[in-house]
Nanobody
Framework: QVQLVESGGGLVQAGGSLRLSCAAS????????MGWFRQAPGKEREFVAA????????YYADSLKGRFTISRDSAKNTVYLQMNSLKPEDTAVYYC????????????????WGQGTQVTVSS
């Protein structure tokens, strides 16, 4: 089992920044890939970014590349999502997730999920 706890969400004005954290615990995390997804009301869960725990390889949704950055701190078992130049359309619940392969963009391929953290961007 892998337990994931997100934090760092909140209310921010358009153009601002937030950094989300995902604290992971449980099994050997070097065997997993980590991803961030988001879900706005009435919409499907959307891929944001992914990272391999061991090598730190990254993969982004094309529409978010350049504004969002995923990273991890192995010593702290934590994955981060730095979000810059935020827009009202970035408003959503953001989830982190873990899978056994790494760099996957489909939520169906992830095995473990956090509870989510709300990000609201005001115009």
């Amino acid at each position: 089992q892998v337990q994931l706890v997100e934090s760092g969400g909140g209310l921010v004005q358009a153009g601002g920044s937030l950094r989300l954290s995902c604290a992971a615990s449980g099994r050997t995390l070097s065997n997993y890939g980590m991803g961030w997804f988001r879900q706005a009301p009435g919409k499907e869960r959307e891929f944001v970014a992914a990272i391999t725990w061991g090598g730190g390889l990254t993969y982004y949704a094309d529409s978010l590349k350049g504004r969002f950055t995923i990273s991890r701190d192995s010593a702290k078992n934590t994955v981060y999502l730095q979000m810059n130049s935020l827009k009202p359309e970035d408003t959503a619940v953001y989830y982190c997730a873990a899978d056994h392969y790494g760099l996957r963009s489909s939520p169906r391929e992830y095995d473990y999920w956090g509870q989510g953290t709300q990000v609201t961007v005001s115009s």
